[in-house]
């Protein structure tokens, strides 16, 4: 079955990073777009990034560009997001998406504070 697990979020301080891993399994991974959304309390769950699978076309949001990088190992079966520059407006569960567009799986999401 399909499964993907996050790793690597945590608490930092403003302008801190952190680098955010999503290990996949039970499906073509080096074919399939993967995403990272977040949530934080009170609000939907928002696009963070995308990445293509066979080409490796990205995609970010606004409030991310330049702040934020995926990336993909095809080989590893795993997802990237490094996070630079973080801000409090950055705390949020992060969670890492397969599929097309809106993703078909959704992985357990990983928890990111950013805090002094």
């Known amino acids: 079955q399909v499964q993907l697990v996050e790793s690597g979020g945590g608490l930092v301080q403003p302008g801190g990073s952190l680098r955010l891993s999503c290990a996949a399994s039970g499906f073509t991974f080096s074919l399939s777009r993967m995403s990272w959304y977040r949530q934080a309390p009170g609000k939907e769950r928002e696009l963070v990034a995308g990445?293509?699978?066979?080409?490796?076309?990205?995609r970010y949001a606004d409030s991310v560009k330049g702040r934020f990088t995926i990336s993909r190992d095809n080989v590893k079966n795993t997802v990237y997001l490094q996070l630079n520059s973080l801000q409090p407006e950055d705390t949020a569960v992060y969670y890492c998406g397969a599929g097309p567009s809106t993703p078909n799986y959704w992985g357990q999401g990983t928890q990111v504070t950013v805090s002094s």
């Open positions: 990445i293509g699978g066979p080409g490796g076309d990205t």
